[in-house]
């Protein structure tokens, strides 16, 4: 069992970046599978991007590739988002989920643990 806690989500203008933040806790997450995923109102929750924790491994969507980059901090357990040159359609809540083994991380359904998600709001 692991607690995951997002911050980092706000307010601004397109072009700007943000950092989102997914601190995990109960568990480290060596073994974890640790994705990002996003919801817009009236849309499904749809994949923005993955990292391997045991390994160097990352996917992106391809909306975001080349704009955002997922990280992690092993000491702090931690998982970061670095947001860049972000557009209206980057508007979403932002949620963060982890599975000791996700066999299709870019599905939903195959994480098992959430965060409460934080909100991201760009301006035109």
């Known amino acids: 069992q692991v607690q995951l806690v997002e911050s980092g989500g706000g307010l601004v203008q397109a072009g700007d970046s943000l950092r989102l933040s997914c601190a995990a806790s109960g568990r480290p997450l060596e073994t974890y599978t640790v994705g990002w995923f996003r919801q817009a109102p009236g849309k499904e929750r749809e994949f923005v991007s993955a990292?391997?924790?045991?390994?160097?491994?990352?996917y992106y969507a391809d909306s975001v590739k080349g704009r955002f980059t997922i990280s992690r901090d092993d000491a702090k357990n931690t998982v970061y988002l670095q947001m860049t040159s972000l557009k209206p359609e980057d508007t979403a809540v932002y949620y963060c989920?982890?599975?000791?083994?996700?066999?299709?991380?870019?599905?939903?359904?195959?994480?098992?643990?959430w965060g409460r998600g934080t909100q991201v709001t760009v301006s035109s």
């Open positions: 990292i391997d924790w045991g390994r160097t491994s990352t």
């Open positions: 989920a982890a599975d000791v083994i996700a066999d299709n991380y870019v599905s939903s359904y195959d994480y098992d643990y």
